[in-house]
């Protein structure tokens, strides 16, 4: 996952361990949790709170995105997977 504020590379993370991951930038905070190879925002102070609402992402190409924040959180293929995997329905956990 690629998390990006304002356009910029806040940060990279790696779907396969589960992890918390805090984002704080001028904008406000954003806290994203890494569940099982799946990516959701479990808190945020932005005004607007939809970015809470998005649900879960776990194939590549997905996104959840603040807006207020100028935050997305993308996932990105690993480079083990190859692009033909885009298609696929499952998810691959490793
Ligand atoms: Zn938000």
Same mark, same amino acid.
């Given at each position: 996952?690629?998390?990006?504020?304002?356009?910029?590379?806040?940060?990279?993370?790696?779907?396969?361990?589960?992890?918390?991951?805090?984002?704080?930038?001028? #904008?406000?905070?954003?806290?994203? =949790?890494?569940?099982? $190879? &799946?990516?959701?925002?479990?808190?945020? /102070?932005? +005004? !607007?709170?939809?970015?809470?609402?998005?649900?879960?992402?776990?194939?590549?190409?997905?996104?959840?995105?603040?807006?207020? #924040?100028?935050?997305?959180?993308? =996932?990105?293929?690993? $480079? &083990?997977?190859?692009?033909?995997?885009? /298609?696929? +329905? !499952?998810?691959?956990?490793?």
């Amino acid at each position: 996952m690629k998390v990006t504020v304002d356009g910029e590379v806040y940060g990279t993370y790696s779907l396969a361990e589960n992890q918390t991951v805090k984002i704080q930038t001028g #904008h406000g905070t954003n806290v994203l =949790v890494i569940e099982n $190879g &799946s990516v959701h925002m479990e808190e945020a /102070d932005c +005004p !607007d709170g939809y970015c809470k609402r998005q649900g879960t992402i776990s194939r590549v190409n997905e996104t959840i995105v603040c807006l207020p #924040h100028k935050l997305v959180a993308e =996932v990105e293929s690993d $480079g &083990s997977t190859t692009d033909d995997a885009d /298609d696929a +329905p !499952d998810v691959i956990v490793k």
